[in-house]
């Protein structure tokens, strides 16, 4: 595994494709994701070594969409934040959310928080999923805060800026993987997204295994990073 690799950012699409070509509901294929994909994949990081994940659960768009498939989706999340965040915690994971959650029913705000709370001391790895997120919306309010703070455009550069962020704190990702087929970011992490490596795969996110997270690691591992300068020397 290259050892530079610290933060993996997935957008999880093509879960309403999986379930629509088996003849299910659309919810269906959050629900097989929530049950089967994602847990083996933040494994999978853990195993190897990687301290950061982030998946974009539900967007600032997504409100738009069917109210039976969003109520569906708030149901899945309540199944996240209890059975199956209580099992990140207990293996040493910490939570994080990304995105303004305030616009989700009062239960879902009260366990997201309680659920970071509880897991804010561990170390294995950090795991944060992207709910009401947008791009946009998240640097407009960065930008907000910083107006509240009443802060000098002198005292802002990008280490201010980055830090009113919602991934403040965190590394930017090293690569950002989009499932599903589709080749573009969608204003997923763009400030954050400067020099990730992209990775566009066809396998819809229910069929996204850790077997094919680990041959983009290998893809990633080929791949040369410069960040404007010149070419970084490669690890035999």
């Given at each position: 595994m290259e050892?530079?690799?610290?933060?993996?950012a997935?957008l999880?699409?093509?879960n309403?494709r999986?379930?629509?070509q088996k003849?299910m509901?659309?919810f269906?294929?959050?629900?097989?994701?929530a049950?089967?994909?994602?847990e083996p994949l933040?494994?999978?990081c853990v195993?190897?070594g990687i301290?950061?994940?982030?998946?974009?659960?539900?967007?600032?768009?997504?409100?738009?969409r069917?109210?039976?498939?969003?109520?569906?989706l708030?149901?899945?999340f309540?199944?996240a934040?209890?059975?199956l965040?209580?099992r990140?915690?207990k293996?040493g994971a910490?939570?994080?959310?990304l995105g303004d959650?305030s616009r989700f029913p009062?239960?879902?705000?009260?366990k997201?928080?309680e659920?970071?709370?509880?897991?804010s001391q561990?170390h294995?790895?950090t795991?944060?999923?992207a709910?009401?997120?947008g791009?946009r919306?998240?640097i407009?309010r960065?930008?907000?805060k910083i107006i509240q703070?009443?802060?000098?455009?002198d005292?802002?550069?990008e280490e201010?800026?980055?830090?009113?962020?919602?991934t403040?704190?965190?590394p930017?990702?090293?690569?950002?993987?989009?499932?599903?087929g589709?080749?573009?970011?969608?204003?997923?992490?763009p400030w954050q997204?400067?020099y990730s490596?992209l990775?566009?795969t066809?396998?819809?996110f229910?069929?996204f295994?850790?077997?094919?997270?680990?041959e983009?690691?290998?893809?990633?591992s080929h791949r040369d990073?410069?960040?404007?300068?010149?070419?970084?020397?490669?690890t035999?």
């Amino acid at each position: 595994m290259e050892p530079s690799i610290k933060h993996i950012a997935i957008l999880m699409d093509g879960n309403r494709r999986w379930a629509k070509q088996k003849g299910m509901e659309p919810f269906k294929g959050h629900e097989y994701a929530a049950n089967h994909t994602i847990e083996p994949l933040i494994e999978k990081c853990v195993d190897l070594g990687i301290p950061y994940v982030t998946f974009w659960a539900f967007s600032t768009e997504n409100w738009k969409r069917d109210e039976t498939e969003v109520n569906e989706l708030l149901r899945i999340f309540r199944f996240a934040f209890g059975g199956l965040a209580t099992r990140f915690i207990k293996r040493g994971a910490k939570l994080k959310i990304l995105g303004d959650i305030s616009r989700f029913p009062k239960d879902i705000v009260e366990k997201s928080i309680e659920t970071m709370n509880k897991s804010s001391q561990n170390h294995a790895i950090t795991v944060s999923f992207a709910l009401n997120y947008g791009g946009r919306d998240e640097i407009l309010r960065a930008v907000k805060k910083i107006i509240q703070e009443k802060l000098t455009s002198d005292n802002v550069n990008e280490e201010i800026f980055s830090a009113h962020l919602d991934t403040s704190g965190m590394p930017d990702p090293d690569m950002i993987i989009r499932t599903g087929g589709e080749q573009r970011t969608s204003g997923y992490l763009p400030w954050q997204s400067a020099y990730s490596e992209l990775f566009f795969t066809p396998t819809l996110f229910p069929d996204f295994t850790p077997n094919k997270l680990e041959e983009i690691i290998r893809d990633f591992s080929h791949r040369d990073r410069r960040f404007g300068g010149d070419s970084t020397p490669k690890t035999k």
